[in-house]
């Protein structure tokens, strides 16, 4: 079954302090992996999306990296307007995508 | 361009009660999906189109229907609205890749 685990599910960091969010995921033949920004009362808006293991894509702060079992988002230096729930999606074989619960990323000045 | 639009923004229903969400997208895309997205569970998917005239279900589809009869519109029917189905309604739509949500409708089933 196709299947994507998120951590941690809340992150607090300090104006400046770098960290990474992590997506896991388990699915029957990958066809992208993709990154969202929620802000609260907001749809889901897009960040990037990854299709082979070894891909990264950069955007501002935040970097996207991926392996055959797992994707890392990477944020550099954080300001508080990054604060946010940072959701990740995967696509498998089929026309459905599966989410996970999210990172609520809380940045303070 | 607008985007993906959803209307209406709010709504409250009563137990047995009926309603159509609408959403349309100006991009042309192929995809659409309706979502539902719940605290602690994530957005899951309730039904999609891959085109004018086609539905399927996703994983949570029991209590909804949905029709796309132009290309640019799809509707999600609640023919009986239950409490369980208080929750967040967020329409996306594709050309095959990532997708575009809209602002989402938040209903409430008492």
């Known amino acids: 079954e196709d299947q994507v685990t998120q951590s941690p599910e809340a992150l607090r960091l300090q104006e400046g302090e770098s960290s990474s969010l992590n997506c896991s995921y388990t699915v029957s033949g990958l066809r992208g992996l993709f990154w969202y920004r929620q802000d609260p009362g907001k749809g889901p808006e897009f960040l990037f999306t990854l299709y082979s293991a070894g891909e990264e894509k950069e955007k501002e702060r935040l970097k996207a990296t991926l392996t055959k079992k797992e994707s890392f988002l990477h944020i550099t230096a954080p300001k508080p307007e990054d604060s946010a729930t940072y959701l990740c999606a995967v696509r498998g074989g089929g026309n459905q995508f599966y989410f996970g619960t999210g990172t609520s990323l809380t940045v303070i000045p | 361009n607008a985007g993906v639009t959803q209307t209406p923004k709010f709504r409250v229903l009563k137990t047995g009660q009926s309603m159509t969400l609408l959403c349309a997208q100006d991009m042309n895309h192929e995809y659409m999906y309706w979502y539902r997205q719940d605290p602690g569970m994530g957005l899951r998917l309730i039904h999609y189109s891959v085109g004018e005239g086609t539905t399927a279900k996703g994983e949570v589809p029991d209590g909804y229907n949905v029709s796309r009869l132009k290309k640019q519109n799809f509707l999600l029917g609640l023919e009986s609205a239950a409490p369980s189905q208080t929750s967040v309604y967020f329409c996306?739509?594709?050309?095959?890749?990532?997708?575009?949500f809209g602002p989402g409708t938040r209903l409430t089933v008492l």
């Open positions: 996306a739509s594709s050309y095959g890749g990532e997708q575009f």
